[in-house]
């Protein structure tokens, strides 16, 4: 069992930025590959960005506004997020889960394992 708890939500204005974190717990930090997902009123949730479990490899839906770090060493996992737009406006989540592959991102978020209660980020003037 993994529990998951993200930070750092708010408003902001457009053109802003936020960072998120997302604190880990319950098993091994170092083998979870891990992503932040979002979720809009009426959407279904998508992916945002992912992180391999060895941390080598990221990916990104948008990689000039959308940064995943990850410091193993504090089980914590992060969502540098510049630029911001009114449409980016929805709950963010933090996700994990284990993998097989040390360098493999996950991207759909049916895959993910464990998802954390999520952190509302309004964008708005």
């Known amino acids: 069992q993994v529990q998951l708890v993200e930070s750092g939500g708010g408003l902001v204005q457009p053109g802003g930025s936020l960072r998120l974190s997302c604190a880990a717990s319950?098993?091994?930090?170092?083998?979870?590959?891990l992503g932040w997902l979002r979720q809009a009123p009426g959407k279904t949730p998508e992916f945002v960005a992912g992180a391999s479990w060895s941390g080598d490899r990221t990916y990104s839906v948008d990689y000039g506004r959308f940064s995943i770090s990850r410091d193993n060493a504090k089980n914590t996992v992060y969502l540098q997020m510049n630029r911001l737009k009114p449409e980016d406006t929805a709950v963010y989540y933090c996700a994990a889960k284990t993998s097989g592959s040390f360098n493999y991102v996950y991207r759909d978020p049916d895959e993910y394992t464990w998802w954390g209660q999520g952190t509302q980020v309004t964008v708005s003037s």
């Open positions: 319950g098993r091994t930090f170092s083998t979870l590959a």
